[in-house]
């Protein structure tokens, strides 16, 4: 088989040098570099992550989220973890100790929690080395080395290695000749087994990379030995046994509704290959591979996330997708590809991710929902282009955020596109740290599931056991781990996030510590110490519309050709003492819901403003906001203000007006408390006005470029009759360098609504001649 390693050592790309000033280029195109490939995501990339214990966080938000989790951690008795697995392997528990309780309970999807607390208690580790994360860490490895071996010598498994809180049936079942499906039977049934296999398998691997765990690592390797006879020779002392597995038996499998959800248990095994060069390890992985209903229309690009059920593709397949179910299996085929070179698996993930973002993505950076007509079930897909419609009921499932920005950062390793990072900023700073309740309490680890974005709505936080609890504690303590990336020549480096935080990258002699408030600041310091050439990368944020500033050593940096959603390289050759001062004003801005332009949304940089109580009659908040709006189109000058900051600095915001309430106060998303509060709010703007110059002509609507959903959606006209409006069109195009722009453009939309037959020649007219008039209204 091809292999992308060879190739890596194949090929050689020149160091950029300097002599000491800086030159500033707009580059999106490093080159794969000559060197050795590194373990774990994204070894053989182009671009790769440090180790965690490379940057520490400095004070500020995250460092406040992760601190609440890390004395969660802290407190929790790690004890109860081993009570399943022991009880499998037939060794004694202490007494008085019991499972975590939740989907932790002894039913079957037991065990999975295990390998996310091992995840957390590493990566708690990592950046500070305190020793009582490793010390519990050590312990539950060395438990679960202790019930592997007892496990083998006891139940005389099907194939030796298994380790797990519940049977190996439980896992073996799934396929032939039972194909067992999702259900409450413990004998019978199964839920998701290969998720908890992964989870484990994940924990384990971690364990070893961030706390260099050989027992770890020596665990993992047998699980992963006993996971390749299980996909290959498969249940051979079952009744009705038939031989090996074949590819359709596996495709069978894995569109079994939540039985055959595996997670992404497919990365696991390319690294386990690529630390052992067992090429049973990569096979293994392939054998995850969707390929009936899936794999083939993603690596063609054809959404089929929801089908109507005549196209419905596949013997299992359902008509809308279980999203957290597929979002992580395409971070198993880019890391397939990272170890083998095979393109289709990278193509696959790049096409899904395309899918998903923005086509799927609330102003929250979450995914999911519902639609009229469709189950009652949130965690599924929604239509393609269907927002507006998904809001109501639950929204946003948090894991299946964590998983679109791990699949975002790694395809980002590859193709260094900025736009990945817009939206891990985006899911980080709203989904993420909204995650966690801003409390001090260690009962539970005080995270959400779900994530409602209906009007009116709160935040549950808690979830012992589940999936997002899971992975809630890993989001938490991982905060540094994309704030910097480096090229894997070592000539780049990439500042992706603006966190407080110390890079200290120990290969190159040289560290950054970069001190800013942000998001409750915009600007952000960074402090050089070492020295030789480097091209510093500063990504330029896509939502940024007033600048975007830089100086080197107080001397400005030309950044004229700049542009949203890009990197700015500073290439020079630093020396200690050298200071980088980067400000990007933030300002507020709206967010249109793609299928109904006037449901949006209030960002205020990359965080979503929510706004605070419960609209009557659960609609929405209706704002009126074109009348405040100067030339400039800034809606903080005039219509949505900046009234005070919270203790911790967090702004607070007043709406000038709400036609249904008086002001509304708002707020940002991360603020994690049981209020009420509202994402969306619905946009009502009945008269083109100037000012408070009133042209007495209605703000009518253009129906164009609305999507039209494949799959129909109840009571629902599609492409539907609520497009943008007059105003909408005229203030997309702000800010305006001068009135005579203003109106220019006034004129020709009007010329377009007139051709289009919306507005009569007179109405043209008359709002053109009134905006000729507004040039005081609306002078900034």
């Given amino acids: 088989m091809f292999n992308l390693r060879r190739l890596l050592q194949a090929l050689g790309v020149a160091v950029i040098g300097g002599n000491g000033a800086s030159h500033v280029t707009l580059d999106n195109n490093p080159t794969l570099a000559n060197v050795a490939a590194d373990p774990g995501p994204g070894g053989t990339a182009p671009v790769r992550p440090f180790r965690l214990d490379q940057v520490r966080l400095g004070g500020g938000l995250l460092q406040e989220k992760r601190d609440r989790i890390k004395g969660f951690l802290r407190a929790y008795d790690e004890r109860r973890f081993l009570v399943l697995f022991n009880n499998q392997a037939g060794r004694p528990n202490p007494s008085g100790v019991s499972p975590p309780g939740g ?14 607390f091992m995840t957390a208690l590493s990566q708690a580790y990592a950046e500070q080395g305190e020793t009582a994360f490793k010390s519990k860490l050590d312990w539950m490895v060395a438990e679960l080395a202790a019930c592997q071996e007892a496990y083998t010598a006891r139940k005389k498994p099907t194939h030796p290695g298994y380790l797990g809180a519940l049977p190996e049936d439980t896992v073996l079942r799934l396929g032939p000749p039972r194909f067992a499906v999702y259900g409450a039977n413990a004998n019978t049934n199964t839920w998701a087994a290969w998720y ?16 260099n765990s050989s027992q770890a690592l020596q665990v993992v390797v047998k699980m992963a030995e006993w996971a ?40 696991v095994f390319p690294e386990i290959y690529a630390l052992t060069s067992d090429d049973r390890h990569l096979q293994t992985a392939t054998a995850f591979d969707n390929r009936e209903s899936l794999f083939g229309a993603a690596v063609a690009d054809r959404d089929i996330l929801v089908v109507t059920p005549q196209n419905k593709p596949g013997r299992r397949r359902a008509e809308r997708l279980h999203a957290n179910t597929h979002v992580p299996q395409f971070l198993g085929y880019l890391r397939v590809y990272e170890q083998s070179g095979a393109r289709e698996y990278f193509t696959a993930a ?26 009652d ?18 929204g946003a499932e948090t894991c299946t955020t964590y998983n679109t920005l791990k699949l975002g950062r790694n395809l980002f390793l590859h193709e260094h596109n900025a736009t990945y990072m817009d939206h891990y900023e985006r899911g980080l700073f709203n989904m993420i740290t909204g995650s966690r309740a801003d409390t001090t309490s260690t009962a539970d680890p005080q995270l959400t599931y779900f994530q409602p974005l209906s009007p009116g709505s709160n935040r549950d936080y808690g979830n012992t056991g589940t999936c997002c609890g899971g992975t809630g504690m890993e989001s938490h303590t991982k905060y540094q781990e994309t704030v910097y990336l480096r090229s894997a020549d070592g000539s780049a480096l990439w500042v992706n996030l603006y966190v407080p935080s110390t890079l200290n990258w120990t290969e190159k002699r040289f560290s950054i510590k970069q001190e800013t408030a942000f998001p409750r600041g915009d600007t952000a310091n960074f ?61 507020i801005r709206t967010e249109r819901a793609l299928d109904r332009p006037d449901t949006q949304a209030i960002m205020w940089g990359p965080v979503l403003l929510q706004t605070i109580g419960k609209p009557s009659g659960g609609s929405y908040w209706q704002l009126s906001l074109y009348r405040y709006l100067k030339r400039d189109g800034d809606y903080q000058r005039a219509a949505i203000k900046q009234t005070g900051k919270t203790s911790a600095g967090d702004p607070l915001f007043t709406t000038t007006t709400s036609s249904t309430s008086g002001s509304l106060n708002v707020r940002p998303y991360y603020i994690s408390d049981n209020q009420a509060v509202s994402s969306y709010f619905l946009r ?41 409006t007059f105003l909408d069109l005229i203030w997309d195009q702000a800010p305006f360098a001068t009135h005579a722009a203003f109106v220019q453009v006034v004129t020709s939309t009007a010329d377009a609504f007139v051709a ?20 005081r209204e609306l002078a900034p």
């Avoid at 500033?549 to 290439?571: F, H, I, R």
């Avoid at 007179?762 to 905006?771: F, N, P, Q, S």
């Fill in 103 to 116: 989907w932790e309970d002894g039913g079957l999807l037991s065990g999975h929690w295990t390998g996310h």
């Fill in 196 to 211: 908890t296999q992964h989870k484990i398998m994940r924990g384990l691997l971690d364990a070893y990379y961030n706390t």
């Fill in 228 to 267: 390749h006879l299980a996909l290959t020779v498969g249940d051979k002392n079952q009744p009705g046994y038939k031989g090996n597995l074949t590819r359709a038996d596996l495709n069978y499998m894995w569109d079994t509704y939540i039985a055959g959800e595996f997670g992404g248990a497919n990365e």
């Fill in 350 to 375: 790049k096409n899904f991710f395309g899918w998903v973002v923005p086509h799927r993505e609330f102003a929250s950076g979450g995914t999911g929902g519902n639609y009229p007509g469709a189950n």
């Fill in 377 to 394: 079930n949130p965690e599924l897909f929604q239509n393609r282009d269907n927002i507006a419609n998904a809001i109501a009921q639950n």
């Fill in 527 to 587: 402090a050089v110490t070492g020295q030789g050439p480097l091209d510093i990368k500063l990504r330029v944020p896509g939502w940024v519309r007033n600048g975007f500033l830089v100086t080197v050593n107080g001397e400005a940096q030309s950044t004229k050709d700049v542009q949203p959603s890009t990197y700015l390289s500073l290439s020079r050759t630093w020396k200690t003492g050298d200071v980088i001062q980067v400000r990007m004003p933030f300002s």
């Fill in 684 to 724: 009502v703007e009945p008269a083109v006005v100037f000012g408070t110059i009133d042209t007495g002509v209605p703000n009518r609507k253009r129906n164009d470029g609305l999507p039209k959903y494949d799959v129909p959606v109840s009571g629902i006209t599609s492409p539907g009759t609520d497009g943008p």
């Fill in 756 to 775: 289009a037959k919306v507005y009569t020649t007179k109405e043209r007219d008359t709002i053109v001649a009134k905006a000729g008039e507004a040039e």
